[in-house]
């Protein structure tokens, strides 16, 4: 059976916007997805890096996969802090800076 495929020109105005932002969003997270493949080690990424690359230009759901299954997440670079004031009740980084909370 074939679909009687719309062209742009006869599309609602609405529909037009949904296209717009699908294809944006697409982009933005495929973007993302290459930018933090090509900056990250290999040891950081569940197989082979190429792999991933090749699944971001599957619309959307390859981005998506990759950020959620593609990532190793290294525990170094993160530790959790014990102390009773801010700069140590909370998260802090591998540069020192804490993204705690005041206690107390």
């Known amino acids: 059976m074939a679909r009687n495929k719309k062209k742009w020109s006869e599309l609602s105005g609405g529909q037009r916007f949904g296209v717009v932002v699908g294809a944006v969003m697409q982009i933005a997270l495929q973007g993302a997805a290459l930018r933090d493949i090509a900056k990250r080690p290999p040891e950081q990424v569940n197989g082979p890096k190429a792999a991933w690359v090749a699944a971001t230009f599957i619309n ?31 998260l802090r980084t591998a540069m020192g800076v804490s993204i705690g909370k005041k206690l107390g």
Do not use: K
């Not at 670079?77 to 801010?86: I, K, N």
């Open 60 to 90: 959307t759901i390859g981005p998506i996969a990759y950020f959620l299954l593609g990532r190793r997440h290294s525990p170094s670079r993160v530790e959790q802090g014990t102390g009773s004031d801010a700069s140590s009740a909370g």
